[in-house]
């Protein structure tokens, strides 16, 4: 994964920061690990069940907290929340240097794909989420988070969480993903995709919060899909990155498959059982990743529709 040495990077507020208005608990990637009785980490790998604590609700309005909130800076007006860490990063060139500089290119690549292909494929407005990039624990909209919950996006405070120990120590560690620089990138566009539906109204539609065909499982299946679309586009050689090559594209299909609730299950030592399933198989990921990336529509990524995942 290489960016254009002289495109410039932006971390600037675009709009309001929107009005998706679901409530609830994160979006997360599935992570092994977990906390015993009293504190400490577990010396077991443990799976964590539930993709939504109190389910996300309704699609439209109200309530939601100002960009300030939710942990973040207060008066800070970037979309990177803690911006004095990115405050070097101007180009491209400082991208392909630095991992931080990475992550803002592939923000600001997020973001020029879906403000142009939200309102082309669904007429809905679009607004950029904020990243927020910590460590040990963070304050946020669905209540304190630490670092064992690996990655994941709020709804009530529109902001994607990021401790960047995440690869390293768990998805390569305890997972036994392959690792590359596109892993990070896969995983931000899935949580944007979450972000999108958001925007969408979509997790409105989520009844069913465990098992095969659940409805939690149709909505990571989904920001799945919507990480295919933004790769393919990506892949293609945007204004930011100068395109991807087939390692890059198989970095994230490796990374969907490691955190497929089937590999998580026989991680822990367990058999595998889908009724305890929420955010689907390996080669359900695998798949719905291909599918965005093959054929690039919001429509094709309908999982709530589709009668087989």
């Known amino acids: 994964m290489r960016f254009n040495p002289k495109a410039r990077l932006d971390t ?29 980490i577990g010396g077991v790998i443990i799976i964590i069940l539930f993709i939504v604590l109190t389910q996300c609700v309704g699609g439209g309005g109200g309530g939601l907290p100002t960009p300030g909130g939710g942990g973040s800076a207060g008066t ?23 991992a931080d500089c990475a992550r803002v290119a592939i923000e600001n690549s997020l973001v020029d794909y879906w403000s142009k292909t939200l309102p082309e494929q669904s007429g809905t407005a679009f607004s950029p989420a904020t990243l927020r990039t910590f460590s040990g624990a963070v304050e946020t909209g669905c209540g304190q988070a630490t670092s064992q919950v690996g990655p994941f ?8 969480y990021l401790d960047t120990t995440f690869f390293k120590d768990v998805l390569e560690g305890q997972l036994g993903g392959q690792g590359g620089d596109f892993v990070e990138a896969y995983v931000i566009g899935h949580e944007y995709g979450h972000h999108i539906q958001n925007l969408l109204g979509t997790m409105g539609k989520v009844r069913t919060q465990q098992g095969a065909n659940s409805d939690a499982v149709r909505l990571e299946l989904q920001a799945d899909c919507y990480a295919g679309m933004w790769t393919k586009d990506a892949s293609d050689g945007d204004k930011l990155l100068a395109g991807l090559d087939q390692a890059d594209i198989q970095e994230a299909l490796d990374s969907a498959k490691a955190v497929g609730d089937d590999r998580i299950q026989q991680k822990s030592g367990q058999g595998v059982d889908p009724e305890g399933w929420t955010h689907g198989s390996s080669e359900e990921r695998m798949r719905w990743f291909t599918t965005g990336y093959e054929q690039g529509t919001l429509q094709a990524c309908d999982t709530f529709s589709a009668s087989q995942l």
């Open 76 to 98: 800070d007006t970037s979309r990177m929340d803690d911006s004095e860490r990115y405050a070097n990063c101007k180009t491209g060139a400082d991208a392909n240097n630095d």
């Open 153 to 160: 996006y709020c709804p009530p405070d529109q902001r994607i």
């Open 12 to 40: 600037s507020r675009v709009g309001d920061g929107g009005r998706g208005g679901a409530t609830g608990g994160p979006m997360r990637i599935p992570l092994p690990g977990g906390t015993k009785a009293g504190g400490g």
